[in-house]
């Protein structure tokens, strides 16, 4: 028998797991805490383009300023298609019943126009 103060290999190999899950866990962490502080500046900047924006409305701007700045605020967050919607009502004009993205809309509205036109007889 054998003396040797050297640890079985499975210890070897379960301290190099635990170390690993270790770094794994900080380096986690360490991601989780920089998308935090992105996603605060991001609320940040929104907040100050929405502040803009009821500023700009408030001023009675020509309907050109506003689609301009419109498209700025849709540059920076093209999910928020609520200004859009708004805009339409205040200017009398009826919203889409349901929203159309831009990416099928020529194909959802022509195949809306095909169904006002009724069936075809081929």
Known sequence: MSTDDT?????VNLADEVRAVRENGESLTRDMQ????DMLSVR??????DSRLSKLEGRGLSLEERE????ERHERNP??????LDRAKLSGAKPPSRYISPSRGA????TMSLRRLGPTNN
Do not use: C, M, V, Y
Request: proline letters at 10%; zero cysteines; a positive charge.
């Open 7 to 11: 640890p079985p290999k499975w210890a």
């Open 34 to 37: 920089s998308l935090n502080r």
């Open 44 to 49: 940040e900047n929104l907040g100050e383009i």
């Open 68 to 71: 301009l700045f419109r498209r």
């Open 79 to 84: 999910q928020d298609w609520a200004p859009a």
């Open 107 to 110: 194909l959802q509205t022509k």
